[in-house]
């Protein structure tokens, strides 16, 4: 869901000449300033290196929800997944910057009693060690989805449609907790450009890009 509202939003900016959509299904997207990647085996790029030269910034959007997994299956495709993305453009992208869609709660010392958010906690630090130009941890909390972007989670999408109401009063009563996937991209686009003054942002820090 977030993935779709940042690439609708690379899209729409002007100084953004070309874009690189990887993924296990296309997107569904038409324009001319979008190429799209399948490639099934995430955990593997050696086949299409030569495809990943080139680009200033990697926007990582990918993600599932840990419900139902044991703690090595939710690691496997969140770290591991992860890590093997980041090494293979580090490698062809040492200019690049790298930033990584998170969560609100994410563990950075990696030792908490929450599963995910200790898994999410060790993949941050992993970015956060890798040589990229620079790398940037988004740790939003409520998402409004916008412009039609809907969860591929079923669950999520339950979730989405019965707090849709309760957005506006969110908004208003905890500013600091609410982002939209507009502003994640837009954030998003403005910090690969420009940096941030921090390595970790949260909603507000999004909300104020």
Known sequence: MVGQGVLRECLLDPDIESVLAVGRSATGRQHEKLRELVHKDLFHFEDVEGQLH????????????????????????????TMAAAQTLAKLN????????????????ESGGSMWA???????????????KAGYMF???????????????????????????????????????????????????????????KRVLESRDINSC
Do not use: W
């Open 94 to 109: 040492p200019g690049m910057t790298f930033i990584y869609v998170s969560g609100l709660g994410t563990d950075s010392s």
């Open 139 to 197: 740790r939003p909390g409520v998402v409004q989805p916008l412009h039609g972007e809907r969860s591929k989670t079923a669950f999520y999408r339950i979730g989405y449609a019965v707090m849709a109401p309760l957005i506006p009063l969110l908004t208003a009563v905890l500013p600091k907790y609410v982002t939209t996937t507009e502003q994640i991209g837009r954030a998003m686009i403005k910090v690969a450009r420009q940096g941030a003054p």
């Open 118 to 132: 200790r898994v999410k906690g060790k993949t941050e630090n992993g970015l956060l060690r890798a040589p990229f």
């Open 54 to 81: 080139g680009y200033d910034a990697c926007f990582f959007c990918l993600g599932v929800s840990s419900a139902g997994m044991t703690e090595e299956d939710y690691r496997h495709v969140t770290y591991d997944l």
